[in-house]
């Protein structure tokens, strides 16, 4: 995992996971953020970045809060993980990020990959899903429990496609996921 200074406790952990070093990455996200419209926004606010050794490719995230219950939230049809924010989701539960309620992943997609690359055939599409499903389950979960310091179960949210997502993962893995909002 290469993230912010930060998330040095959480590399470590996946450190412990994965059997590898990781560098932080400084000033690597190509999208700035909005913090969602306000500019009185304190909330802790976090981009990561790895090499994915499961789907072969890099995969972007974002991380907000400290404390709480820990949530992955799933972007649009082939949404990418800043979609939440930039949709002002994130600020409408600003204040629940800010007193350490909840925190949240944002994770990225490979929608464009799999269920929506209509020149793929559909066993190499649902394929590539399954890849997915194996990545969320393997990387994003065990770096979710980590950084938020828990081994609770978590909470999987998303609207439209990203609905999709969050309840497949969570009918998927009832033993890491015990509520959906979708």
């Known amino acids: 995992w290469q993230g912010g200074g930060e998330a040095r406790g959480a590399r470590n952990a996946n450190e412990r996971l994965h059997g590898r070093s990781l560098v932080p990455e400084a000033g690597s996200c190509d999208h700035p953020g909005r913090n969602s419209g306000r500019k009185d ?3 802790k606010r976090e981009y990561l970045a ?3 050794p499961i789907l072969g490719r890099r995969m972007e995230m974002l991380w907000f809060g400290h404390a709480g219950r820990p949530m992955i939230w799933f972007p649009t049809s082939v949404g990418r993980y800043y979609q939440n924010e930039d949709f002002g989701l994130i600020g409408a539960v600003g204040d ?3 007193s350490g309620a909840i925190q949240i992943a944002c994770v990225d997609s490979v929608d464009d990959e799999s269920f929506y690359a209509t020149h793929r055939h559909p066993a190499e599409r649902i394929r590539r899903h399954d890849q997915y499903d194996r ?6 979960v065990p770096f979710v429990r980590a950084k938020g310091g828990t081994g609770a179960r978590i909470t999987t949210l998303g609207a439209s496609f990203g609905a999709y997502h969050a ?4 009918l998927r893995h009832p033993d890491v996921i015990d509520k959906v909002v979708a």
């Open 167 to 170: 309840a497949n993962f969570g």
């Open 96 to 98: 629940m990020i800010e």
């Open 50 to 52: 790895w090499d994915s």
């Open 135 to 140: 990545y969320v389950y393997h990387e994003v």
């Open 41 to 43: 926004f304190p909330m």
